[in-house]
């Protein structure tokens, strides 16, 4: 199913998509799982809350053995020297995807750093951020990243050193943050704690202008992929993830 417009767009989160948000703040005790009108509407779970079924580890075929771990329903990645590396690697989903609606929560560290990626693919010698574009996860207040980049295009919910989340929603490390990203075609939306933070239009002449003035020029893939995988990162701090649920488009 395809929503080409704004409008068509704007009815289907009013009648589909705010309602799972609905549901989960009413009983915030019931965590990795879908209602029945979830499931009847086409959302799928991407974490049950104990197994890692659907995910790997990025160019890896099996899931990292450090690093990650499942705890009291939550995936979390633990710090370690705060590196880009970490100590288990990004992990992205088994399956492909390319018109979607994600929705998950994230909880961060103070001073922590993570991301969530979309469309990624998958290159031997390249890190999964020079293909894929990223929802920045940060702990504004304790991170340096906050204050790098242009205009706060670093900072939590924004896509990721091209465009600052405006308004700024996040609430402060160890508060969970509810996220959901619309990627239908070439039409991106971010959205944090129940308000759109970034819109942007992939593949137009601002597009390819904003990425030939930025630290992704030299890879001619960024952004460019039609369809790609899930990630999560591990930047070396530690970072909570639940809820994670995709309703394919």
Known sequence: MRYTSLTSIASFLTAVLLFPLSVHAQDMSEHNTLTQEERANGWELLFDGETMDEWRGYNDDSFPDAGWVVEDGVLTIQGSDGSVEGSGGDIVTKESYDDFVLKLEWKISEGGNSGIFYRALEQPTQAIYWSAPEMQVLDNANHPDANRGKNGNRKAGSLYDLIPADPQTFTGHGEWQEVMIIADGDHIEHWLNGEKVVEYTLWTPDWYQMIRDSKFRNHPEFGD?????????????????????????
């Open 225 to 249: 992929m039609r369809e790609g995988r899930i990630g999560l990162q591990d930047h070396g701090t530690t970072a909570h993830f639940r809820n994670i649920m995709i309703k394919e488009l």
